[in-house]
């Protein structure tokens, strides 16, 4: 006897087992659909030569038998057993993507709702506490900037609702940090924190009230090294390579800091949204281009090579050099 069988039986299935035999010259056919664990799937509901079923637990690793017997009259009863078992159901849980800015703390992890992916009996929809969904993410208050996973429970779902089978879509939580961010949209770094412990060191912009871009601590040759506005001795105030005239290039108190000397230690915290780092781990102090007149015109101890010895415009009078003029170096800052 054939019988076309159903394919694979998830937990909450309606399904339908029919016999393919020829009944058309036989008389008095009847048939039987007898279930062997009504634990998993329900008694049949017989409709001639079908009958409906419902799937109605996970039945794990066991197999459920259904026997079908035909009988007709001057006939051989026909019997074949066939044999299945319920899987659970599949839940997709969609966690959402997520975004803070580095040092925050992370935001609340939620997740798309799942409830009517459940199974209904007579109108009573199964019940799933959304409370057991337990997400999770690597990323914490000090993370970096970068993306981190949430990923949800499911091992822990399964267990507790073994007649689903729990799939979590992972989400995101994108953590904006200040290094290498471009604020103004040039396309060129504006926060840089070489050193990578989470307090800009150089190429610092912001916007003040009025709208205008602020730069302190630039890095105009790309060294890494700040060559504008550096606090040496860490008490808030720059104190070496100040910019007078605001020209680009540092006019007074210049000091050329190798990369060995250069030791950021102190962060500053100047507002809510903007932290500068202060050299304090290094011993040079200014030593060469300096304005005694004030007439913001360096005219004492001009150092062109960065030796740390003054090569040229040593002026006696305050007004024109005279003294310990050398060869001009190449100035590379």
Same mark, same amino acid.
Request: glycine content about 8%.
């Given at each position: 006897?054939?019988?076309?069988?159903?394919?694979?039986?998830?937990?909450?299935?309606?399904?339908?087992?029919?016999?393919?035999?020829? @009944?058309?010259?036989?008389?008095? *056919?009847?048939?039987? $659909?007898?279930?062997?664990? &009504?634990?998993?799937?329900?008694?049949?509901?017989?409709?001639?030569?079908?009958?409906?079923?419902? /799937?109605?637990?996970?039945?794990?690793? &066991?197999?459920?038998?259904?026997?079908?017997?035909?009988? /007709?009259?001057?006939?051989?009863?026909?019997?074949?057993? %066939?044999?299945?078992?319920?899987?659970?159901?599949?839940?997709?849980? %969609?966690? @959402?993507?997520?975004?803070?800015?580095?040092?925050?703390?992370?935001?609340? !992890?939620?997740?798309?709702? $799942?409830? @009517?992916?459940? =199974? +209904?009996?007579?109108?009573?929809?199964?019940? *799933?506490?959304? #409370?057991?969904?337990?997400? +999770?993410?690597?990323?914490?208050?000090?993370?970096?900037?970068?993306?981190?996973?949430?990923?949800? #429970?499911?091992? &822990?779902?399964?267990?507790? $609702?073994?007649?689903?089978?729990?799939?979590?879509?992972?989400?995101? !939580?994108?953590?904006?940090?200040?290094?290498?961010?471009?604020?103004?949209?040039?396309?060129?770094?504006?926060? #840089?924190?070489?050193?990578?412990?989470?307090?800009?060191?150089?190429?610092?912009?912001?916007?003040?009230?009025?709208?205008?871009?602020?730069?302190?601590?630039?890095?105009?040759?790309?060294?890494? %090294?700040?060559? !504008?506005?550096?606090?040496?001795?860490?008490?808030?105030?720059?104190?070496?390579?100040?910019?007078?005239?605001?020209?680009?290039?540092?006019?007074?108190?210049? *000091?050329?800091?190798?990369?060995? @000397?250069?030791?950021?230690?102190?962060?500053?915290?100047?507002?809510?949204? =903007?932290?500068?780092?202060?050299?304090?781990?290094?011993?040079?102090?200014?030593?060469?281009?300096?304005? &005694?007149?004030?007439?913001?015109?360096?005219?004492?101890? %001009?150092? #062109?090579?960065?030796?740390?010895?003054?090569?040229?415009?040593? +002026?006696?009078?305050?007004?024109?050099?005279?003294?310990?003029?050398?060869?001009?170096?190449?100035?590379?800052?």
């Amino acid at each position: 006897m054939a019988i076309n069988q159903p394919g694979k039986v998830v937990y909450g299935d309606h399904f339908t087992i029919r016999s393919l035999q020829d @009944d058309s010259s036989s008389a008095n *056919v009847q048939y039987t $659909f007898e279930v062997n664990n &009504t634990i998993y799937i329900s008694q049949s509901n017989v409709n001639g030569n079908k009958a409906e079923f419902d /799937a109605l637990k996970n039945s794990g690793n &066991t197999e459920i038998e259904i026997k079908v017997t035909r009988t /007709a009259d001057g006939e051989v009863a026909l019997s074949k057993t %066939i044999k299945i078992k319920v899987l659970p159901k599949d839940i997709e849980i %969609i966690i @959402d993507d997520k975004q803070k800015k580095q040092g925050e703390e992370n935001p609340e !992890l939620t997740f798309q709702d $799942f409830q @009517d992916q459940l =199974v +209904s009996w007579n109108g009573v929809k199964d019940q *799933v506490d959304s #409370n057991d969904v337990k997400l +999770s993410t690597t990323a914490t208050t000090t993370s970096k900037g970068g993306s981190y996973p949430i990923t949800g #429970n499911p091992k &822990t779902m399964n267990g507790k $609702f073994p007649n689903y089978n729990f799939i979590f879509k992972d989400g995101k !939580l994108m953590v904006e940090g200040m290094i290498d961010k471009d604020v103004d949209g040039d396309e060129e770094p504006d926060f #840089n924190d070489p050193d990578g412990e989470g307090c800009p060191d150089v190429n610092i912009k912001w916007q003040d009230e009025d709208g205008n871009w602020i730069i302190i601590n630039g890095d105009r040759d790309y060294d890494g %090294i700040p060559d !504008l506005n550096i606090d040496s001795d860490g008490d808030g105030i720059p104190n070496l390579n100040i910019d007078t005239d605001k020209d680009g290039k540092p006019d007074i108190n210049l *000091v050329v800091l190798k990369k060995s @000397d250069w030791k950021p230690t102190k962060c500053v915290v100047v507002s809510d949204i =903007v932290k500068v780092e202060h050299c304090t781990g290094t011993s040079v102090k200014p030593q060469i281009n300096i304005d &005694t007149d004030s007439d913001n015109i360096p005219n004492i101890n %001009i150092d #062109n090579n960065g030796d740390m010895k003054a090569d040229l415009n040593i +002026s006696k009078d305050g007004k024109a050099p005279s003294v310990n003029i050398v060869e001009i170096h190449e100035w590379k800052p």
